[in-house]
Nanobody, 119 residues
């Protein structure tokens, strides 16, 4: 199982980024897919997850209304559209397969992509 992320970078406060995660070796339609993040000196935390059918999602309170998770079953890819970014969103973002926002249930991790929000 391999999860390949892309789309991170440096953005100014209020800006937007879209992260992508392509699953190789598994079919994302069979699993709940997640985005986690880890800021320096902090624990890894759940940001968002999307269910198998792609018709239900969960968001952490800190990103609700600003981030949107979606999936493209044909491309075996999930996305995280991030808008109105804030400096506190700065972190390494990880794609993961497992129960929604439950670290202990993660079966596979992506390599991570850095998101930096700074003026």
């Amino acid at each position: 199982v391999q999860l390949v992320e892309s789309g991170g970078g440096l953005v100014q406060p209020g800006g937007s980024l879209r992260l992508s995660c392509t699953a190789i070796g598994i079919t994302s339609n069979y699993y709940t897919m997640n985005w986690f993040r880890q800021a320096p000196g902090q624990e890894r935390e759940g940001v968002s997850c999307i269910n198998v059918r792609g018709d239900s999602a969960w968001y952490a309170d800190s990103v609700k209304g600003r981030f949107t998770i979606s999936k493209d079953a044909a491309k075996n890819t999930i996305y995280l559209q991030m808008s109105d970014l804030k400096p506190e969103d700065t972190a390494i973002y990880y794609c993961a397969v497992g129960g929604c926002a439950v670290l202990e249930s993660v079966r596979a991790w992506g390599q991570g992509t850095q998101v930096t929000v700074s003026s």
